[in-house]
């Protein structure tokens, strides 16, 4: 009798293990096609809204009667991007300042400290400048273009565009959507020039000579990676708009300050999210096609 105990309850103890295992992999894939789901839900509608303000924005360009108000939009640049000049200056100049700080050692090593120059210019125009842009202004443009139409969403100024017969995505989407893509374009040219400025400024403490730096920078900027590098910024805009504007105008009115709150918060996060997919995508494909050789 003594013997047979261990025997039964070794099958128990497996059981239990097998059906907690199986447990947990089926919460783990509810949970998988729940996310997925809300995922592709949410890319589909995205995909719905950027369908329709391109189609008003190619009938402001091709219709006289349907233009798009200039002075909206040249409104909404200022409030997107130049309130923004002063924040990426500071952090592209201290990271242009940062970079070769950190190089400058190795390099130094192999007789090589010079291209720090090469290496800061690189990363400048090709990545750090529109990835750090973007994500700047996925806080600070990002989150108030969510906050602003969720507001107004809750305040049924929605409802009431939409009783006089006016459509909200060419007078709200529209304006903003355009505004936050060409800043993006115009702060990263700025902030590639800021960066290759503070990386100067270093050099000239580490003893690198001016002449040289400007040099090899000069060398190591071609068409190619600048232009590669305002189209990811492009990509990257159209992203944080298009996301502040689905998750603003997706706050129910019954929601209130909440509401507003979470889209602002989930803006911020899935904008980065995005951002960060997008340049991994974008990286592979330009190296894939030698755009960078």
Not at 20 to 34: F, P, R
Not at 90 to 100: N, W, Y
Not at 159 to 183: D, G, K, Q, Y
Not at 202 to 216: E, H, N
């Amino acid at each position: 009798m003594n013997q047979s105990t261990p025997s039964t309850e070794q099958p128990d103890n497996l059981r239990g293990l097998v059906h907690s295992l199986v447990h947990g992999l089926a919460l783990l894939g509810g949970a998988t096609i729940s996310i997925g789901g809300k995922a592709l839900g949410m890319i589909g509608s995205m995909s719905l809204l950027l369908a329709e303000a391109t189609g008003v924005v190619l009938r402001g360009v091709f219709v006289p009667q349907q233009r798009l108000g200039q002075a909206h939009l040249m409104a909404q640049m200022v409030r997107v991007g130049v309130r923004a000049i002063p924040i990426i200056v500071l952090i592209q100049s201290v990271i242009g300042m940062i970079l070769p700080l950190q190089m400058f050692p190795e390099l130094d090593k192999f007789g090589q400290a010079e291209q720090i120059a090469t290496i800061n210019a690189i990363a400048a125009f090709r990545e750090l400048g529109p990835l750090m842009t973007a994500i700047i202004l996925s806080g600070f443009a990002g989150a108030s273009i969510a906050a602003e139409l969720g507001t107004m969403v809750t305040s049924e100024e929605i409802e009431a565009l939409h009783s006089m017969a006016l459509n909200p995505v060419r007078f709200l989407v529209v304006p903003r959507l355009l505004a936050t893509i060409i800043m993006t374009v115009l702060l990263t040219v700025i902030a590639d020039i800021v960066m290759v400025a503070g990386g100067w400024l270093t050099a000239i403490k580490l003893g690198i000579d001016s002449d040289i730096f400007f040099l090899l920078t000069r060398d190591a900027i071609s068409m190619t990676g600048f232009l590669t590098g305002l189209t990811k910024a492009a990509v990257f805009g159209l992203l944080v708009g298009l996301i502040a504007c689905f998750l603003g105008l997706s706050v129910k009115p019954w929601q209130g300050s909440d509401g507003v709150g979470h889209a602002t918060t989930n803006t911020v996060v899935y904008s980065i999210v995005a951002i960060v997919v997008a340049d991994a995508v974008f990286t592979v494909i330009f190296y894939s096609y030698g755009m960078f050789t």
